[in-house]
């Protein structure tokens, strides 16, 4: 029992499916952290990570979460710079 009970809710939502073959897997993104930095040229950026599950689908909803080799959770970050609105850099290991 945490001590304290955080006062924001957490921030999850759906993100497009992944589609192999005849397989629909469904991905669902869960807020981590955001960070500002800013270099001494004055580029500014804002970095939000979020970890993303894979879900086995199941009709429009979501399935039990898949935890087997090459279906595991990652991290993936989302940066805004002065140049770029969005940009990801997800690992480029799944789903090869």
Known sequence: MPLL???VPIIE?????RISG???IKQKARFVSFNHLQDLNGRCE????????????DGDGFGQP??????????ADL????NTVVDAYVPTT???
């Open 79 to 82: 940066v805004a710079d002065n």
């Open 22 to 24: 005849d397989t629909r």
């Open 5 to 7: 009970k955080p006062e």
């Open 46 to 57: 804002a970095r939000i990570t979020v970890n993303v599950t894979l879900h086995a689908a």
């Open 66 to 75: 898949l935890t087997g080799l090459g279906f595991m959770s990652y991290n």
């Open 94 to 96: 799944y789903f090869r």
């Open 13 to 17: 939502m759906p993100v497009s499916d």
